[in-house]
C-alpha cells in the first residue's frame, strides 16, 4: 500500500528565505505527482503536477522536483513571502484504481 | 467561470439523520472523488467515479454512499451509520488522460 511522507511537519521561516519542503513515497510506481496548497478551512489548489517520466516542474517562484526511483519529490519556493504561509501537501498518484494518496502535510508560515 | 462548487459550506445535522452533500463541476471532468479531513490527518479516499452510473469504494466508504446520474454531479451521502462523521468533507474532478485533480471549497459537517 502507498504511504506519503511529509517532512517536517511545521516550518517557520523569514520572509525572504528560500526553503524546500519534503516528500517521500514508498512504492515507486506511480503516475504522477501533485503538490497542493491548503488555507485554513479552504479546499486544495494545485500548484504543479510532475508526471512519471518528468523530472521537474517550475510555476513562478515554485520548482518541484521528482526522483521516482528513490520515492521522493521536493518543492522549492523562492523568496517567501508572507502571502506563501499555508499548509502545503504532497500526493501521488498510483495502483490500477488511480487513486491519489496523500501526506499529512507541512504546516508553513511567513514571518513578516 | 470553470470550477467545483460544493454545498453548503457548513452543514449542521444532530445525531441519528442522514445528510447529502452537493458536488457540481463543470469543467467536463469525467473522474469524480470525495475525501475526508481530520485535523492533523491527510485527506482520505471516500468514493470516487469514472464514469456516469459506475462508482467504487475508496479506503473509508463506510456509513457513506454516492450517486453518478450525471457527469457534473457527484452529491454524497453520509448516513447514520458513519460513526464519526463531524469533519471537513472535500469533493475534486480530473480528467481522465492526466488525472490532475481540481478541489472544491469544502463542507464543514458538523453532527451532535
Known amino acids: 500500500k502507498q504511504e506519503v511522507t511529509q517532512i517536517p511537519a511545521a516550518l517557520s521561516v523569514p520572509e525572504g528565505e528560500n526553503l524546500v519542503l519534503n516528500c517521500s513515497f514508498t512504492d515507486s510506481a506511480i503516475y504522477n505527482l501533485q503538490w497542493f496548497r491548503q488555507d485554513p478551512g479552504k479546499g486544495l489548489t494545485s500548484l504543479l503536477l510532475i508526471q512519471s517520466s518528468q523530472r521537474e516542474q517550475t510555476s513562478g517562484r515554485l520548482n518541484a522536483s521528482l526522483d521516482k526511483s528513490s520515492g521522493r519529490s521536493t518543492l522549492y519556493i523562492a523568496a517567501s513571502q508572507p502571502g506563501d504561509s499555508a499548509t502545503y501537501l504532497c500526493a501521488v498518484l498510483s495502483g490500477s484504481a488511480r487513486q491519489l494518496t496523500f501526506g499529512s502535510g507541512t504546516q508553513l508560515t511567513v514571518l513578516p | 467561470d470553470g470550477g467545483i462548487t460544493q454545498s453548503p459550506k457548513y452543514l449542521f445535522r444532530k445525531e441519528g439523520q442522514n445528510v447529502t452533500l452537493s458536488c457540481e463541476q463543470n469543467l467536463n471532468h469525467d473522474a469524480m472523488y470525495w475525501y475526508r479531513q481530520d485535523p492533523g490527518q491527510g485527506l482520505r479516499l471516500i468514493y470516487y467515479?469514472?464514469?456516469?452510473?459506475?462508482?467504487q469504494k475508496g479506503d473509508i466508504a463506510e456509513g457513506y454512499s454516492v450517486s453518478r446520474e450525471k457527469k457534473e454531479s457527484f452529491p454524497l451521502t453520509v448516513t447514520s451509520a458513519q460513526k464519526n462523521p463531524t469533519a471537513f468533507y472535500l469533493c475534486?474532478?480530473?480528467?481522465?488522460?492526466?488525472?490532475?485533480?481540481?478541489f472544491g471549497p469544502g463542507t464543514r459537517l458538523t453532527v451532535t
Open positions: 467515479s469514472q464514469i456516469v452510473n459506475d462508482f
Open positions: 475534486a474532478s480530473s480528467p481522465t488522460t492526466t488525472y490532475e485533480q481540481y
